[in-house]
């Protein structure tokens, strides 16, 4: 009964779609001249449009054999095989539109940077506090390229003087639009996330990144971050500023990255 009322549903909605009485439509006989398929003359309306639809989107043999089979098969396969090339010709319109909309752009000159970060490290971070000694915490970090090239993740683990481990993941990309790095970073000490952008200057050489606040009600210190290769690229450092109201910078901490 269900699935009796389903199907008499979906009629309802493709005879509205497609203006085709489908209760009242019957497959014409199949003669030895139409056994290649039909002709778009010899459909009824509806049909005919999606012959024409699909046209437009596929390869003639492709159509052919759809519409042959939608116009040979009772009314159970004819319904579902009508909404089939609906959801194929709806397929390729929607990514149709979705790449006009956002069309697709290839990497650019921060994603050659970016791709010299990648590798096994070892690294070393030091903190500063405003009073105190600083404090040490080392660890490792894996740094490879994902989605094509256009992204660098960089996995680090972190050995807390008490014995414990913990672990935080960023995210670093460049838009060759805006000549602007963007880095996400998220962690396992906290739920927050952070993300950091520059200012569309670049030189080539030296990332400089800005904090952007998530909570713009709330924006906390203002901060920026550095990093930069040395030793022909067998050095990774990472400098973090924070700024106060006078414009004047103090380092917080230090990662200093060395090479596996």
Same mark, same amino acid.
């Given at each position: 009964?269900?699935?009796?009322? +389903?199907?008499?549903? =979906?009629? @309802? ?7 085709? $009485?489908? !209760?009242?439509? !019957? ?6 001249? /139409?056994?290649?398929? $039909? /002709? ?10 999606? %012959? ?6 596929? $390869? ?18 004819? =319904? ?17 539109? &979705?790449?006009?909309? @956002?069309?697709?752009?290839? $990497?650019?000159?921060?994603? =050659? ?7 096994? %490290? ?55 639009? #805006? ?5 996400? %970073?998220?962690?396992?000490?906290? =739920?927050?996330?952070?993300? !950091? ?18 909570? #713009?009600? &709330? ?10 290769? @040395? ?7 990472? +400098? ?8 004047? @910078? +103090? ?10």
């Amino acid at each position: 009964m269900i699935a009796h009322k +389903r199907e008499h549903r =979906t009629i @309802e909605i493709l005879e509205k779609r497609l203006r085709l $009485p489908l !209760r009242r439509y !019957r497959p014409p006989v199949r003669t030895a001249s /139409s056994a290649a398929g $039909p /002709s778009a003359s010899s459909l009824p309306s509806g049909i005919e449009a999606l %012959w024409t639809s699909c046209r437009n989107q596929r $390869p003639a043999n492709v159509c052919q054999g759809a519409v042959s089979r939608v116009s040979s098969r009772p009314m159970r396969a004819l =319904t579902n095989s009508i909404t089939a090339i609906l959801l194929m010709a709806t397929a390729a319109f929607a990514q149709q539109t &979705h790449v006009q909309y @956002e069309p697709p752009n290839g $990497p650019g000159a921060g994603q =050659t940077l970016l791709a010299q970060f990648a590798g096994d %490290w070892d690294f070393v971070q030091t903190f500063f506090p405003a009073k105190g000694k600083p404090l040490v915490t080392k660890g490792t970090c894996k740094q490879y390229m994902i989605q094509d090239g256009k992204f660098l993740q960089s996995d680090f683990t972190f050995f807390n003087a008490d014995g414990t481990k913990s672990t935080g993941t960023g995210i670093s990309g460049f838009d060759s639009k #805006t000549n602007k790095f963007t880095t996400v %970073w998220f962690d396992s000490r906290r =739920t927050a996330m952070s993300i !950091r952008q520059s200012d569309g200057t670049f030189d080539g050489k030296d990332i400089v990144l800005w904090a952007t606040p998530l909570d #713009t009600e &709330h924006a906390g210190r203002k901060s920026v971050a550095r990093a930069h290769l @040395e030793d022909d690229g067998r050095v990774l450092i990472h +400098r973090h500023f924070l700024i106060d109201d006078q414009g004047k @910078e +103090r380092m917080i901490f230090e990662l200093r990255m060395t090479r596996k």
